[in-house]
């Protein structure tokens, strides 16, 4: 089991940025494929971004391609997502999740542990 924690959630502006960071613990994070995943209120959670265990092969969801950027410290047990030109539509709890396998995944069924999560408010 891989224990989950993210950080940097807070509340900006239309066009601003954050930088949301997930710490891990446990099994060995360098294992695991990472995601980073969205819930609004009254909304399915959504894939946002997938990073493989090297950090060698992402993935985006359309609507944040461009704009958010998927990375990880395998020496500091991090993952990072940073959100630019951020829109109120991006309005969300933030969870990272990890897998038990190395690859990347745009499923939520495929992330064995996941984060508490972290609130992102963009006023427009």
């Known amino acids: 089991q891989v224990q989950l924690a993210e950080s940097g959630g807070g509340l900006v502006q239309a066009g601003g940025s954050l930088r949301l960071s997930c710490a891990a613990s446990g099994r060995r994070f360098s294992d695991s494929g990472m995601g980073w995943f969205r819930q609004a209120p009254g909304k399915e959670r959504e894939f946002v971004a997938t990073?493989?265990?090297?950090?060698?092969?992402?993935a985006y969801a359309d609507s944040v391609k461009g704009r958010f950027t998927i990375s990880r410290d395998n020496a500091k047990n991090t993952v990072y997502l940073q959100m630019s030109s951020l829109k109120p539509e991006d309005t969300a709890v933030y969870y990272c999740?990890?897998?038990?396998?190395?690859?990347?995944?745009?499923?939520?069924?495929?992330?064995?542990?996941w984060g508490q999560g972290t609130q992102v408010s963009v006023s427009s």
């Open positions: 999740a990890a897998r038990y396998y190395g690859g990347i995944s745009y499923s939520t069924g495929q992330y064995a542990d």
């Open positions: 990073i493989s265990w090297s950090g060698s092969i992402t």
